[in-house]
């Protein structure tokens, strides 16, 4: 039997923004049903964050929900077992109130998991581990340490894996509470990883700029084999352009790809002012971005002085902040400090001034 995995959709991601309600629906309508329609896949498990606010739903969200997630599960005939993920409970210290609860009464093709629950799928025992909690652990470790099943599913924060490109979870739990399951596969964080024991699935799709050139994608997980097959999503919606005139003639530079993107215009080398205004003039007038952000850092700088390594590595704000914190004399545990601010980062990313 093959499982669809889907984890961290976060549907009303970007203060409900419409761009991003058009990406997402996009990925679902051309990539995620048409192969569970192909490959007859009949049985879906979303590892949590299902929805991004943690206190409310938009109308409007909601609405978008049912018409490209919902309603085509539910006249697939498709099974769904969701997972109640941190984004998707209203209080930190319970899962009792929660949105996946409140919103799927209506769908009967749709089982939903606030506690650890080990579930027959297919006839293979799964151990169910939504967001563990201050309410929930005693039960959550029972499970853990009790469960027939070797396959655990979770939402799930752990120790050694990578939250976001370069920035690894170190205030999570340890890995050996995990130890007596063969597979692990867990939501939570956005990035793909794993350590051939743990699997981190990563979001389907891009939701801020943390995403760029971090592929997204979703999962088949065979219970027969036990092999993990990615799916991965080709769409992207945040794009970076390196203004290099002694490179490239941008008179001739196609814009196209960069409709309804969010798109960095990053300045290495420009001398010709006038060509360089006119081809912002293009990029802003005629290519339909939905954004576009003009970085000067390196306009008075010579190209043979700009490395590769300061491109890539100078908009790498968490980089600053943790070796700041370094550099403070402080008797604060650094390393919950780091955490912290790695939490307001990702949650101010998450934020659109334009709305």
């Given at each position: ?47 949590g964050d299902t929805f991004d606010r943690r206190k409310y739903v938009n109308f409007n969200t909601l609405h978008h929900a049912k018409d490209m997630w919902l309603e085509p599960l539910r006249k697939r005939n498709i099974t769904v077992h969701c997972l109640v993920g941190n984004h998707d409970t209203y209080f930190k210290n319970t899962n009792d109130v929660n949105s996946c609860n409140l919103l799927f009464d209506d769908y009967e093709n749709i089982h939903v998991y606030s506690e650890p629950e080990t579930v027959e799928i297919g006839g293979v025992p799964f151990l169910m581990m939504p967001w563990i909690n201050e309410e929930n652990y005693p039960e959550c470790i029972r499970y853990l340490q009790q469960t ?208």
């Amino acid at each position: 039997m093959k499982i669809a995995l889907i984890t961290d959709q976060h549907l009303g991601a970007r203060n409900d923004n419409l761009v991003f309600v058009n990406y997402f629906k996009k990925f679902y309508d051309e990539i995620f049903f048409p192969y569970l329609v192909e490959n007859n896949i009949k049985t879906v498990i979303d590892l949590g964050d299902t929805f991004d606010r943690r206190k409310y739903v938009n109308f409007n969200t909601l609405h978008h929900a049912k018409d490209m997630w919902l309603e085509p599960l539910r006249k697939r005939n498709i099974t769904v077992h969701c997972l109640v993920g941190n984004h998707d409970t209203y209080f930190k210290n319970t899962n009792d109130v929660n949105s996946c609860n409140l919103l799927f009464d209506d769908y009967e093709n749709i089982h939903v998991y606030s506690e650890p629950e080990t579930v027959e799928i297919g006839g293979v025992p799964f151990l169910m581990m939504p967001w563990i909690n201050e309410e929930n652990y005693p039960e959550c470790i029972r499970y853990l340490q009790q469960t027939k099943s070797d396959i655990c599913i979770g939402h799930l924060e752990i120790n050694g894996f990578e939250q976001q490109k370069g920035h690894i979870a170190e205030n999570g739990y340890d890995k050996s509470l995990f130890k007596r399951f063969e597979l692990v596969f867990s939501g939570h964080y956005h990035r793909k990883s794993d350590d051939g024991q743990i699997y981190y699935l990563g979001a389907p799709y891009e939701q801020n700029w943390s995403d760029y050139e971090c592929p997204k994608g979703f999962h088949v997980f065979d219970t027969e084999t036990r092999e993990l097959t990615r799916i991965v999503n080709p769409n992207k919606i945040h794009k970076k352009i390196y203004y290099n005139e002694t490179t490239t003639d941008y008179s001739k530079f196609d814009i196209t790809k960069y409709k309804d993107c969010f798109v960095k215009l990053i300045v290495v080398v420009k001398k010709d002012l006038y060509t360089f205004d006119k081809f912002v003039e293009r990029l802003l007038n005629e290519s339909n971005a939905y954004e576009v952000k003009i970085i000067e850092d390196y306009s008075e700088l010579d190209a043979s002085q700009v490395s590769d390594e300061i491109i890539e590595n100078a908009e790498d704000t968490m980089t600053l902040v943790e070796k700041y914190i370094d550099d403070i004399e402080t008797d604060i545990n650094k390393d919950k400090l780091k955490g912290i601010m790695r939490s307001l980062y990702v949650e101010a990313n998450s934020l659109d001034d334009n709305i």
